[in-house]
């Protein structure tokens, strides 16, 4: 199982980003964006399922950004528009195929202010 994330950088406040996850080896249930900035706890961002495409969100970034997925490429994306400088970590792609979770190894956002 693979899961490869791409699309970080460093941006501006109020810019946008788009990040890209490309997973193969199995069949997800679930999966998700995480989030880890220096000196804190590793967070959940978004998910999403599956079976009715259904999507989960954090309070801190509700209406700000958008998960999704193309099923034929077998890849998850996180929209990230207006971003703030405390969006700033590394984020990761996360996978639940049946009770193993798998995980990326990350892409480094950076909000400048």
């Known amino acids: 199982v693979q899961l490869a994330e791409s699309g970080g950088g460093l941006v501006q406040a109020g810019d946008s980003l788009r990040l890209s996850c490309a997973a193969s080896g199995s069949t997800f249930i679930i999966m998700y964006w995480y989030r880890q900035a220096p000196g804190k706890q590793r967070e959940l961002v978004a998910s999403?399922?599956?079976?009715?495409?259904?999507?989960n969100y954090a309070d801190s970034v509700k209406g700000r950004f958008t998960i999704s997925r193309d099923n034929v490429k077998n890849t998850i994306y996180l929209q990230m528009n207006g971003l703030k400088p405390e969006d700033s970590a590394v984020y990761y792609c996360?996978?639940?195929?049946?009770?193993?979770?798998?995980w990326g190894l990350g892409t480094q956002v950076t909000v400048s202010s």
């Open positions: 996360s996978a639940l195929s049946f009770s193993t979770t798998y």
């Open positions: 999403i399922r599956s079976g009715d495409g259904s999507t």
